[in-house]
């Protein structure tokens, strides 16, 4: 999916590919570091939720072309609705978003990407990797799921550091807080991405999804025990239990269908 560049930004829209299991969002605004517009956000709750109807995808991944990850909103078009709201019900969107999430950050991540960062599965950094959140000194109170992830993932020390500080951390310090889960060279972050999306396509695809849904709930404390029991149920009752069982018996890679 393609469009033509708006009066208010140059390169190319968000671009969504499925490929089998695997649905990969790219950011394609190098020349601006991948900022975002107001219609990017619309744009990308879109895709969250056609791939949340695709069930044969378990794993979705944000990725970057250029040097930064992404720069967070469009500072100029602040003015252009309630941005806060909107970048809110992104970032929750894709927090519960139905296949596991990768964010695969090839470079700065700034502002409201960091939270875009936080609300994904897991986090993948190269060694220049540095995050930065200016929203105190532009007198930006950041919303309220933001904050929260800030807290429940990194601590609220960190959280201060970051927000109220506005300090600079760097992918050392990103990957001791909790912030990143991995860091590699540049050069091999596809590989290492690649690594672990094959590694989450290898699972049984309703005891993956299933604990992702309800860790995330645990966490803010939406937790179902209704659903849960359903989907243990679901589980329990599967061909994939049975097949996961007799593969690891007869040491072989076992082959799962989400049934």
Not at 20 to 25: R, S
Not at 82 to 91: C, I, P, Q, Y
Request: charged share 25%; hydrophobic share 45%; aromatic share 6%.
């Amino acid at each position: 999916m393609t469009s033509k560049p708006s009066a208010h930004s140059a390169g190319l829209a968000p671009e969504l590919i499925v490929a089998g299991p695997v649905a990969t969002i790219t950011l394609r605004r190098p020349d601006m570091a991948n900022r975002l517009e107001p219609e990017d956000l619309h744009r990308l709750r879109a895709f969250i939720h056609d791939v949340n109807a695709r069930r044969e995808v378990l794993v979705l991944r944000i990725c970057a072309e250029g040097p930064q990850f992404c720069a967070g909103f469009n500072i100029g078009r602040m003015a252009d609705g309630n941005v806060g709201a909107s970048f809110e019900a992104l970032t929750n969107d894709l927090e519960q978003a139905r296949p596991v999430t990768i964010a695969a950050i090839n470079g700065g991540v700034y502002g409201g990407a960091t939270d875009l960062a936080l609300a994904c599965d897991f986090r993948v950094g190269v060694e220049t990797t540095q995050m930065f959140v200016p929203a105190a000194r532009l007198g930006l109170l950041f919303y309220r799921g933001g904050l929260q992830r800030y807290v429940s993932r990194l601590g609220l020390n960190v959280a201060k550091k970051v927000l109220l500080q506005a300090a600079t951390f760097d992918a050392a310090q990103m990957l001791a807080c909790g912030f990143l889960d991995t860091v590699v060279a540049p050069s091999a972050l596809r590989e290492e991405t690649d690594r672990l999306t094959g590694d989450l396509t290898g699972m049984a695809p309703l005891a993956l999804l299933g604990m992702k849904k309800h860790l995330n709930r645990m966490a803010v404390g939406t937790f179902d025990a209704a659903e849960f029991e359903r989907d243990i149920a679901e589980a329990d009752a599967s061909d994939d239990l049975r097949e996961g069982a007799l593969a690891w018996k007869e040491k072989r890679k076992p082959v799962f269908r989400g049934e």
